[in-house]
C-alpha cells in the first residue's frame, strides 16, 4: 500500500487521544456535507425551476413567429401562403391578431392584451391543455373567449356568467385628436367560455377570441394578421427553414425563434443558475476553512509522530502528502453522505411532493446527471486545494 495513504487513512480513521481534535474534525466533516447538501439542493431547485418555465414557454409561445417589419399587420396573401405550404420542415402554423385592449367586467377594469387565434392555433400550440375551467373556443360560441386566471381574478368573472358580459374596447383607427371619448372605441361583448392558467404573467396578459372577432374588433380586412405561428417536426431543423423563410419572403418579415420571444427569460434563468451556484460554492469555500483548521491541529497534535517519520526516511514532501489525502479523504467522504442525502430528499419531493408552491402545485425539482457531476467536481477541487493549502504548514522545521 502506498505510504502516505496509509498514514492518511489511520489518521483520518482513527480517534485522536486530544477530544477536541476529534470535535474539530466532527465539525469540518460536517460542515462538508451540508455543504454539499445545500449546493446540491439548490442546483436541483432551479434546473426543475428552469424545466418548469421552458415547459410554459413551449406550451404558450411556437417554434417561430413571423411578423411585419414594419408595421403592425400584413395581408396574409396567396404568395405567402404558398411559400409556408411548400417549405418543407413546417408542421404546422397558425393566423393569429395581438391588440393591447381595454376589459370591463360588472364595474372592474384591466388593460391587457387579445389574441385572436383561428382553430389551427391548438396544433401550433398546446396551450388548450391549460385550460383548467370551461372549455377552449369553440365554432358554436362565436363570441366566446378564454381569459387567463390572473384577468379572472382581477375582474372576478367566471365562466358563462350570461348575465354579465365580459367587454372589450380598443381605439377606433383614424388620425387626430379625440374629440369625443365615448366614440372613440369600439366595443364587442364576449362570453368567457374558458379559463387558463400558466404561468402569472401570461395569465394576466392575453385574453384569447377567434381571429374573425379580433378582425371585427380592430375593422381589420379578412385577410389582415398580425402574426404567422407556426411549429417545425423536427426542431433540429429550425434553423434550416427559418434560413429559407427568410430568402422567400424577404426583409418585409421578421422571423424570430421561441428563444428570441422570450431573450430576457432565458438570460434571467441562466443568471440565475449561475448566481446561486457561485453563492453557494461561496458558502462552500467557508465551510472549508474548518477542514483547513481541522487538519492543522491534527498536523500539531501529530508532531511528534510527524518527527519519528521524518527520522525513519520519510521526507517533507511525504509527509505532506499524509494530509494532502487526508483533508482529500475527508471532502470525499461529506461529498459522498451530502450527495446521497441531496438524491434521497430531491427523489422524495418527485414521487411525494413534500413542498408546494401553491396547493396544486409541488416545488419543482430536477435530478439531473449534470447537477451531480457539477457538485462532485466542485468538493473535490474546493477540497483538494483545502488539503493542499493546511499541508503548506509542514516544513522542516516542525519535524527537526
Known amino acids: 500500500m502506498n505510504f502516505p495513504l496509509y498514514i492518511a487513512k489511520r489518521y483520518l480513521f482513527s480517534k485522536s487521544s486530544n477530544n477536541t481534535i476529534n470535535i474539530i474534525t466532527g465539525i469540518a466533516t460536517v460542515g462538508v456535507i451540508i455543504g454539499t447538501l445545500a449546493l446540491f439542493i439548490v442546483l436541483s431547485g432551479f434546473s426543475g425551476l428552469r424545466t418548469f418555465s421552458l415547459q410554459s414557454l413551449n406550451t404558450s409561445d411556437p417554434d417561430i413567429k413571423i411578423t411585419a417589419t414594419k408595421g403592425k399587420s400584413f395581408n396574409f396573401d ?14 404546422s402554423y397558425s393566423k393569429v ?3 393591447r385592449a381595454f376589459f370591463e367586467f360588472n364595474q372592474k377594469t384591466h388593460i391587457a392584451y387579445i389574441k385572436g387565434v383561428d382553430f389551427n392555433y391548438t396544433k401550433v400550440n398546446s396551450i388548450d391543455t391549460t385550460v383548467y375551467i370551461g372549455t377552449w373556443l369553440d365554432t358554436k360560441i362565436p363570441l366566446g373567449v378564454v381569459i387567463g386566471n390572473g384577468i379572472s381574478n382581477i375582474l372576478s368573472v367566471g365562466v358563462f356568467d350570461f348575465i354579465e358580459p365580459l367587454k372589450i374596447y380598443v381605439p377606433k383607427p383614424g388620425k387626430g385628436y379625440i374629440t369625443n371619448p365615448i366614440n372613440a372605441f369600439k366595443k364587442i361583448n364576449t362570453q368567457p367560455i374558458g379559463i387558463f392558467a400558466l404561468v402569472g404573467e401570461l395569465d394576466k396578459k392575453f385574453t384569447f377570441i377567434s381571429l374573425e372577432l379580433a378582425q371585427e374588433l380592430l375593422s381589420y380586412q ?18 434550416q427553414v427559418i434560413t429559407n423563410l427568410k430568402n422567400n419572403l424577404g426583409s418585409e418579415f421578421t422571423i424570430e425563434t421561441r428563444e428570441q420571444l422570450n431573450a430576457v427569460i432565458y438570460k434571467m434563468l441562466n443568471t440565475e443558475n449561475l448566481a446561486s451556484y457561485l453563492i453557494f460554492t461561496l458558502i462552500l469555500i467557508i465551510a472549508l476553512f474548518n477542514v483547513i483548521g481541522a487538519i492543522i491541529m491534527m498536523i500539531l497534535d501529530k508532531r511528534d509522530n510527524l518527527k519519528t517519520l521524518y527520522n525513519l526516511g520519510a521526507t ?8 494532502i489525502l487526508q483533508g482529500f479523504m475527508l471532502s470525499v467522504f461529506g461529498l459522498f453522505v451530502g450527495l446521497v442525502i441531496g438524491v434521497v430528499l430531491v427523489f422524495l419531493q418527485l414521487k411525494y411532493q413534500l413542498f408546494m408552491i401553491t396547493p396544486h402545485l409541488a416545488y419543482p ?10 457538485v462532485i467536481i466542485t468538493i473535490l477541487v474546493l477540497g483538494f486545494f483545502a488539503s493542499i493549502l493546511a499541508s503548506s504548514r509542514i516544513s522542516k522545521k516542525l519535524v527537526e
Request: proline content about 2%; hydrophobic content about 40%.
Open 365 to 374: 425539482v430536477e435530478l439531473t446527471f449534470l447537477n451531480t457531476i457539477t
Open 78 to 91: 396567396t404568395h405567402i401562403k404558398t411559400i409556408l405550404t411548400n417549405q418543407k420542415g413546417i408542421a
Open 222 to 239: 379578412p385577410n389582415q394578421i398580425s402574426a404567422i405561428e407556426l411549429n417545425v417536426t423536427n426542431i433540429k431543423d429550425r434553423n
Open 316 to 323: 517533507i514532501k511525504e509527509i505532506k502528502r499524509v494530509f
Open 97 to 99: 391578431i395581438e391588440e
